[in-house]
Structures are given as structure tokens and as C-alpha cells.
């Protein structure tokens, strides 16, 4: 028997450059503070995916890397136009790179992801017979989207022209890719940081984390001290 082909597994983020990112936190922490929760919550998924099994590993970023981004990644530049064609084009970049591979993106706002919530779904055990997968966000949103045979036009039928940063959109997203026939594998929901109250409740859920310690130094953040 063939092994299965490890997937490729992506991030899309912006680099964390004060006022470009997590604006919604600007109100409450400062344009430079908010960059650097920024920086450690893309830090901190980009260690996850680290340790998680992959062929490739794909940084799709719109912007230029830092000194966060560890070894083994690859960087690709973001398309331009909306949320909807960026994601489209970085599968179907995945797709040019590893045709044979599946693709999983996340987000860059769930620094509490553990490696293992992806490690086990996309596994040669539990492959057979799912097409895609999808990861709620608990906003209405989705942190995970996956296709097991990732296809440029399959991309854009499945996210072009879906309004983004929605209650919807998670359902939205959910419903084509029902609507194209897939089978679909449907991971833990987890909580995005948008605002001051997700990034405490991000913190108390994973105390151990950079985004978590970053938090604290604004003195809105409980638990012990990272390691």
C-alpha cells in the first residue's frame, strides 16, 4: 500500500506592523501593543503547525517576515483583492506546489490552536473518505478550512463572492461545500481574538503562550508566566 501523501498546511497572516493589524484592539492596548499580540499570536500558530505532520508549510503573508517566522516555512506573498479571493488563491497556490497533497489554512487568531487538533483528523487513518474539513470559529467565522484534493476552480467556486468577517460566513462556507458534494470532516470550534474580551479569554485558555505572556505586559492577562 502507498503511503499517504502528507498535507500541506498553510497560514494566512499580515505581518504584525502597528496599525495594519488587529485593529480592533487599538482602541484598548495602543497601535504598538496591539502589533505585538499580533506578532505572538502568529508566532505562537505558526509553532503549532510546526510540530504538526506536513509536507509543506506555507506562510501566505501579506506583508515582509520577521525575525517570528521559524525555520522550515515557506513564504508566499497574498493575492490581491478580498478576503474571499486571498483564500482561493492560497489553495489553489497549495495545489500548484503539492497537486497530490491536501491543503489545510488557518488564520492567524487562535494562538491557543494545539498541533494535535490537526494532527489527528489529517492522519492516513482518518483521511479515507472525508473531502474536506472545516473548523468553526465560535464569532460565526471559521479558523479552519481543508480540501483532501485541493483545485484552483474547485477554491474559487467553494469562496469567491462569500461575504467575509460575518455571523455568517462560517455557514455560508459550511453550505458550499455541502452543496459541491463533499464530505466534509468538522474540527473543534475555537474562539478567534478580534476584541479585548477574546484575547483575555485566548489568554486564560492557554496561559503558557507568547500571545498569553505579551498579554500579561499589558497587565490584562491572567495565569502563570510562559516558559
Keep these: 500500500m502507498l503511503a499517504a501523501v502528507p498535507p500541506t498546511l498553510l497560514v494566512i497572516a499580515k505581518a504584525p506592523v502597528p496599525g495594519r493589524v488587529k485593529t480592533r484592539l487599538i482602541p484598548a492596548f495602543g497601535a504598538e501593543r496591539a502589533a505585538g499580540l499580533a506578532e505572538a499570536a502568529l508566532a505562537d500558530t505558526l509553532a503549532a503547525l510546526s510540530l504538526a505532520p506536513a509536507g509543506r508549510r506555507l506562510l501566505v503573508l501579506d506583508g515582509a517576515p520577521g ?28 495545489a500548484r506546489l503539492a497537486p497530490h497533497a491536501p491543503a489545510l489554512l488557518v488564520g492567524m487568531d487562535t494562538p491557543q490552536l494545539d498541533p494535535a487538533v490537526l ?22 467565522g471559521f479558523w479552519a478550512l481543508g480540501l483532501a484534493r485541493p483545485d484552483a476552480r474547485l477554491a474559487a467556486r467553494l469562496l469567491h463572492g462569500v461575504p467575509m468577517s460575518t455571523a455568517g460566513t462560517g455557514r455560508d462556507v459550511l453550505d458550499r461545500l455541502r452543496a459541491a458534494g463533499l464530505t466534509v470532516g468538522e474540527l ?3 474562539l478567534d481574538v478580534d476584541g479585548p474580551d477574546d484575547a483575555v479569554r485566548v489568554a486564560a485558555l492557554a496561559p503558557g503562550t507568547r500571545f498569553a505572556a505579551r498579554l500579561r505586559e ?7 508566566a510562559a516558559r
Design 67 to 94: 525575525r517570528w517566522l521559524p525555520p522550515g516555512w515557506e513564504v508566499v506573498p497574498q493575492c490581491a483583492g478580498g478576503l474571499d479571493r486571498r483564500l482561493a488563491a492560497a489553495f489553489a497556490h497549495a
Design 119 to 140: 494532527a489527528a483528523p489529517l492522519s492516513a487513518a482518518r483521511r479515507p473518505g472525508v473531502d474536506a474539513w472545516f473548523g468553526p470559529a465560535e464569532d460565526g
Design 188 to 190: 473543534p470550534p475555537l
Design 218 to 224: 499589558c497587565g490584562t492577562a491572567p495565569g502563570p
